[in-house]
């Protein structure tokens, strides 16, 4: 049977690890314990004791001990963890994974949560777990849920927040997932409000050809998530029609997905599909959260938290000359789509962010640059949100696939 791998410190812990322990146990599952403790002796006998994880992690227990760097040792144990973890999933020992602690604790825990596939439970109790969890959680599907009180003991608050969190673990461990009828091939899809009705077209198009869709939020972390399953070997084919976190890389938005993304499917030569959705825009908080050089700008708020700026001449000239650089380097089947009556929804005649100039230097930009020998230029007299433009962009990822 595989079991519930308990991660964690338990010099400082060790209670309430014995505790969540005891609840996983309690419901039939067998766990197997990994001491990322490293100043202490734990509380009880874990089946992976610290010093196997400081190896793990490159460095000897002594030496951590010795030196006395609490940072140093968290690299350390939380690599070493993690490494730990994953050579146990990949024997088949491990089913899920349950860890607990503030900001050590957690980011030990979280790191071997990364390592292990979508899919598999992750659970994550967490003093942090109110607030930004965007590094704790990444591109991964790891459950956070906030102790309310610090990890200190057991008592008759933290008691209940615990077995929640063991049962959580153990449900999902214990669960029966239900089989998918067929499976089909996976397409991976980007979208963004702006540009919707392309995708949902698009998607329903594929569908009816057989395969399986999966859209994908641009918003910094959607990219990096597809990206990921890209790079795991998930993904057939790759409709990358919402680019737009390309704009908050190049100008400083709070949406980037990083200088990597537009890459792996390149990379990994998985037919894609590319266009230009919603690269009229850069995202930013509330209006107030503007950065001052910005405040003049073509500003649009899209709704009391969000406020988008419109793209101006010279970023579109870069974020054209940043695209075709990444996929003139694509070792797979490529296409690039270009709509040429307006990029997202509100980049049309009468809407607030429609820019004539802008977008012939971004196509200009883009047909000058674009290697012809390693990406197919299509060229649309479309809007991105037209019915036909989005049949047309799904036709030609088809087309790709079946001939790769």
Do not use: W
Not at 236 to 246: M, N, S, Y
């Amino acid at each position: 049977m595989s079991k519930v791998a308990i991660v964690g410190t338990l010099d400082t812990k060790g209670e309430e690890f014995k505790y969540v322990k005891d609840i996983i146990e309690g419901e039939g599952l067998e766990t197997i314990v990994i001491d990322a403790g490293v100043m202490g002796e734990p509380y009880f006998k874990p089946d992976i004791d610290r010093s196997k994880v400081a190896k793990a992690g490159g460095e000897s227990i002594e030496k951590l001990v010795e030196a006395a760097d609490r940072g140093h040792s968290m690299e350390v144990m939380s690599e070493g963890a993690a490494v730990v973890v994953e050579e146990l999933f990949e024997e088949g020992e491990v089913a899920g994974i349950i860890s607990l602690g503030g900001s050590a604790g957690t980011t030990i825990g979280t790191t071997a949560m990364k390592r292990l596939a979508v899919g598999i439970p992750k659970v994550m109790v967490s003093t942090l777990a109110s607030g930004d969890t965007r590094p704790y959680v990444g591109t991964k599907d790891i459950t956070m849920m906030y102790s309310v009180v610090d990890i200190l003991g057991v008592n008759s608050l933290s008691s209940n927040i615990l077995a929640n969190a063991a049962f959580a673990v153990a449900g999902m461990v214990k669960g029966k997932k239900p089989e998918p009828k067929e499976k089909r091939p996976l397409i991976a899809a980007t979208m963004f409000g702006v540009t919707t009705p392309c995708v949902e077209k698009a998607r329903e198009y594929l569908e009816e050809q057989g395969y399986e869709v999966l859209v994908f939020h641009a918003t910094g972390t959607g990219g990096r998530a597809m990206e990921n399953l890209v790079e795991e070997g998930f993904i057939t084919g790759v409709l990358d029609l919402t680019t737009t976190e390309l704009c908050d890389e190049l100008v400083g938005g709070v949406l980037s997905a990083g200088p990597d993304r537009l890459e792996a499917a390149g990379k990994k030569g998985v037919p894609q599909v590319v266009s230009t959705g919603a690269l009229d825009m850069v995202n930013f908080g509330p209006m107030d959260s503007v950065p001052e050089q910005f405040k003049d700008r073509n500003l649009y708020k899209h709704n009391p938290t969000v406020t988008l700026m419109r793209t101006n001449v010279e970023e579109n000239k870069k974020l054209a000359e940043i695209i075709a650089k990444k996929l003139n380097k694509s070792k797979g089947r490529t296409a690039l789509f270009l709509p040429l009556k307006g990029v997202s929804m509100i980049d049309a005649e009468g809407q607030p962010f429609y820019g004539a100039e802008e977008d012939k230097v971004l196509f200009a930009t883009l047909r000058e640059n674009i290697d012809r020998d390693k990406v197919e230029l299509i060229e649309k007299d479309m809007h991105i949100n037209d019915e036909e433009y989005a049949i047309a962009i799904a036709k030609k990822l088809i087309e790709l696939i079946e001939n790769d």
